[in-house]
Each structure stands twice: as structure tokens, then as C-alpha cells.
């Protein structure tokens, strides 16, 4: 993505000045990195105000690889259904637990289409004799800008 708005930089540039575009080219590999995190920093202001307007999620843009983002709808999640005598409140919990289990949750909650946090929500509420609803789902996908 950067070196293709690199290229069409140079291009443009040489039709007005071929010396300048030959300096731009030899600039252009230092230059790659800060273009690519400035272009970052915009998209993700961008999803911000998207999400903004978005009423039931919000958008985040991530770096997958070097050369392309992953935009992920992220919808809103509800709060579990809280059974009589709980107060509701949410609580924090770190959890510590072998990088296989873990791998195996995060392969469950997607084939749910939950998230990882709702997924373990849904699964101790049964566990413990209760049932959550379902807390939210994520869709994925990739854009090439």
C-alpha cells in the first residue's frame, strides 16, 4: 500500500521533473515507514468518526501485514443477563491458563461468533447453572486502500 503511493508519487513527479523524481527514489525506502504509521494514525481517525456514526458498533483498523489492513466491524456488546441476586456490576478478572487452552477458546468463540470475552461470559454462566445470552459478535474483514 505505501510503495504503490510511493510509485504513483515518483510518477507524478517525474512528468514535472525527472532529476527530482530520481532524488524521490532513492528517498522513498526511508521515507516507507513514517508514510506507512502517518497513513495508520489517519485511517484510525477516520474509523474513529465512522464508528461515531455507526449505532450498533465501531470500526478499528488494523495492521495485518506490511503491505495491507484489517478493518474489524466490532458490533456493541450487551451485558450478560445477570441472575436474580447478583448485583450486575461488571468485575475484572486476569486470567492465566496454557497458550493451547487458550488458543482452543479463541477458536470456539469465533466458530460462535462471539468474543473471546463473551464466550468465556456464556461459558461459566452455564458452568455455574446459569445462562447467559449471547454477548456480541465481530465481523472481519480486509481492505486494501
Same mark, same amino acid.
Given at each position: 500500500?505505501?510503495?504503490?503511493?510511493?510509485?504513483?508519487?515518483?510518477?507524478?513527479?517525474?512528468?514535472?521533473?525527472?532529476?527530482?523524481? @530520481?532524488?524521490?527514489?532513492?528517498?522513498? =525506502? #526511508?521515507? @516507507?515507514?513514517?508514510? *506507512? #504509521?502517518?497513513?495508520?494514525?489517519?485511517?484510525?481517525?477516520?474509523?474513529?468518526?465512522?464508528?461515531? @456514526?455507526? =449505532? *450498533?458498533?465501531?470500526?478499528?483498523?488494523?495492521?495485518?501485514?506490511?503491505?495491507?489492513?484489517?478493518?474489524?466491524?466490532?458490533?456493541?456488546?450487551?451485558?450478560?443477563?445477570?441472575?436474580?441476586?447478583?448485583?450486575?456490576?461488571?468485575?475484572?478478572?486476569?486470567?492465566?491458563? =496454557?497458550?493451547?487452552?487458550?488458543?482452543?477458546?479463541?477458536?470456539? /468463540?469465533?466458530?460462535?461468533?462471539?468474543?473471546?470475552?463473551?464466550?468465556?461470559?456464556?461459558?461459566? /454462566?452455564?458452568?455455574?447453572?446459569?445462562? @447467559?445470552?449471547? #454477548?456480541?459478535?465481530?465481523?472481519?474483514?480486509?481492505?486494501?486502500?
Amino acid at each position: 500500500m505505501t510503495q504503490e503511493l510511493l510509485d504513483g508519487l515518483v510518477a507524478t513527479v517525474q512528468a514535472i521533473d525527472s532529476d527530482l523524481a @530520481a532524488r524521490l527514489t532513492r528517498l522513498a =525506502p #526511508v521515507t @516507507a515507514s513514517v508514510v *506507512s #504509521v502517518r497513513l495508520l494514525a489517519l485511517l484510525t481517525v477516520l474509523s474513529a468518526e465512522l464508528s461515531k @456514526a455507526l =449505532p *450498533s458498533g465501531r470500526v478499528e483498523v488494523r495492521l495485518a501485514s506490511a503491505d495491507s489492513l484489517e478493518l474489524v466491524f466490532i458490533e456493541r456488546e450487551t451485558q450478560a443477563v445477570v441472575p436474580a441476586g447478583d448485583e450486575g456490576e461488571l468485575a475484572r478478572l486476569t486470567l492465566r491458563l =496454557p497458550q493451547g487452552l487458550k488458543e482452543q477458546a479463541e477458536a470456539a /468463540s469465533e466458530a460462535s461468533g462471539m468474543s473471546l470475552n463473551a464466550w468465556v461470559v456464556s461459558q461459566l /454462566s452455564e458452568a455455574v447453572g446459569r445462562r @447467559a445470552r449471547n #454477548v456480541g459478535r465481530q465481523l472481519r474483514g480486509y481492505g486494501k486502500a
